[in-house]
């Protein structure tokens, strides 16, 4: 019964690489996020999906590609990891839009080494 | 100057102290507000929207003053439970965006 959840929960992993985080909501929510959280704990959003389609991309390196196969997922691509990507990345879902709460994910604690 | 700012703390108050947090946002435009929390090493949760005309949940009060631009939070009778970083969110009602806030940490000691 997880509302939104996210797989996997810790990654660590080497400079260069390429990885995935999965995310998926059984709320029925229209809307969903990732957000990145630094180490001072700053949370900012990345990108915004309503029903499939992205609305909110936010100024990140063209080297995160988030997909959505339908309105239930959200997955995160990373290629060439960097060693400023170690963060903590949430996954967020809402009814709709902006005036709704969000619901978060448990997070995805990202390391590279 | 950022979108939404607080104060960073750490707000260290004994218990059954009332302790207050202020956050201050830059778009006069905005619409949506709310406070969430965040326990260490887990996911931000609502705590509480914040409506035009202030609200209540408990021990928990939230204002919005629209002319200075703030929203506030307002703890009673703090538990030990209350320890957390609160999170001000929000909206500047231009898309789907939100804003948060850095955080304000609060430890209630017993």
């Known amino acids: 019964d997880t509302a939104v959840s996210q797989t996997p929960k810790y990654l660590v992993t080497q400079m260069g690489n390429d990885k995935s985080i999965k995310c998926e909501q059984n709320?029925?929510?229209?809307?969903m996020y990732w957000y990145k959280q630094d180490s001072k704990k700053f949370l900012k959003i990345m990108f915004s999906?309503?029903?499939?389609?992205?609305?909110i991309n936010e100024t990140v390196p063209n080297r995160f590609s988030p997909k959505s196969p339908d309105k239930a997922h959200l997955n995160l691509h990373i290629n060439s990891l960097e060693l400023g990507d170690s963060a903590v990345y949430f996954c967020?879902?809402?009814?709709?839009?902006?005036?709704?709460?969000?619901?978060f994910g448990p997070g995805t604690r990202l390391l590279v080494l | 100057r950022k979108e939404v700012e607080q104060d960073p703390g750490p707000f260290n108050v004994p218990e059954g102290a009332t302790v207050a947090f202020n956050c201050t946002y830059s778009n006069s435009a905005s619409q949506s507000f709310f406070w969430y929390r965040q326990d260490c090493r887990k996911e931000p949760k609502l705590l509480m929207s914040?409506?035009?005309s202030g609200n209540e949940d408990g021990r928990f009060t939230a204002q919005l003053n629209r002319a200075s631009q703030y929203i506030s939070l307002l703890i009673r009778d703090s538990k030990l439970s209350d320890s957390a970083t609160y999170l001000c969110v929000v909206n500047p009602n231009t898309g789907n965006q939100f804003y948060f806030g850095t955080g304000t940490s609060l430890t209630v000691i017993p």
């Open positions: 709320l029925g929510h229209d809307t």
């Open positions: 914040v409506y035009s």
């Open positions: 967020a879902s809402s009814i709709q839009g902006w005036v709704e709460t969000q619901y």
């Open positions: 999906y309503n029903n499939k389609e992205l609305i």
